[in-house]
């Protein structure tokens, strides 16, 4: 018996090899792989580039060194992170849920500072934002909560994409600081903000002085073909939490501040002992100097849309399949069914991908993937859904 914690149902499948796109498991079978360790593994597997930084990292004997002093390789990253987000300082941490409950508490003194004694923020329904008690008390799941009651308070739960909802709570609720909303939903199905929503949520924010929260840790850095899916909109959040990509598969996670969020937090307010330690930071260097030396998000956008239209003309019409949706490299098959079996399924066809929200068929692949390897993306994928909608259909 295994003394690692029962936590996750994972597939009897263990990887040991990788290169660029693609996976090999211990009995040397290859795999084609369209989840980047659920988008985190940006650059793909062995890049060059990130490699080399790694590995000049270990020479210099230096992994950790703490937050008590300057650390050259931190500068460097939030240097790269303010550019690329439009903001003004970056807090480092190593997950996205710590992302998250950095934001939470951003929002929170926000609101103290503003004479709110108990502030709230508003979150979405089928959110994700992390299995802390803070960050699961945001989450739009009951999944994530049961058991763990009592939730953290001060959330005032609305539907995604409905503007009107939001209008109500600014009416009612004088206690609200701050907005929290995923732009593209990854946990709960690859359910995208319309552009026009997150803008008029951006004014309900101007408007009403709340921070604007854009939980990027799944959708940003560069997957949907922009740096962040704000960009598409054209505006400037005040907080962007961000993780899973941005160290392609070292642990890092960043809150990311600007506008009124600038200089909430000092000296004191906040802090983690491993946070932008000079591994991790090497990583995130490494990660961004070669996404934008490579023109991945271009590479995102293009592959993406192969992909999505490749699926579409497909099974587009297929009965069993509600939508095919997403940005970029962040792409989502809606089926009527539950469909978890199709995970194991494709790993026996030799593609890696996920399925979330029980019927939704989710890709998230490495940032580098060309275009043949997204045409092998589809080829691979097509028959075996149209496979599991004739079984089913029978049935
Ligand atoms: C994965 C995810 C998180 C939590 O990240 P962890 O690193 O697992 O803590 C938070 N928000 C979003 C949008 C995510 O996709």
Known sequence: MSHVMNTYARQPVAFVRGEGVWLWDEAGKKYLDALAGIAVNTLGYGHPRLMRALADRLASGVLHTSNLWRIPMQEAAADRIAEITGLDEVFFCNSGLEANEAAIKVARKYGHERGIAEPAIIVMEKAFHGRSLATLSATGSRKVQAGFEPLVSGFVRVPLNDLDAVRQVAEHNRNVAAVMVEPIQGEGGINVARLDYLRGLKEICEREQWLFISDEV???????????????????????????????GV??????????????????????TFGGNPLAMTAVVATLDAMKDEGLLANAERVGKLIREGIAQALGRASGVVEVRGMGLMIGVELTQPCGELVKQALDAGLVLNVTADNVIRLLPPLVMNEAEGREVVNRLVPLVKAFLEKRAAA
């Not at 997957?223 to 960009?231: D, E, I, S």
């Not at 009124?260 to 004191?268: D, E, H, L, S």
Request: proline letters at 8%; glycine letters at 22%.
């Open 218 to 248: 799944q959708c940003g850095l560069g997957r949907t073909g922009k740096w962040f899916v704000y960009q598409h909109a054209g505006f400037l959040p005040d907080v962007v939490p961000l993780a899973k990509g941005l160290g392609s």
């Open 251 to 272: 642990p890092v996670g960043a809150c990311v501040v600007g506008g009124r969020a600038r200089g909430i937090f000092k000296p004191g307010n906040h802090g983690s």
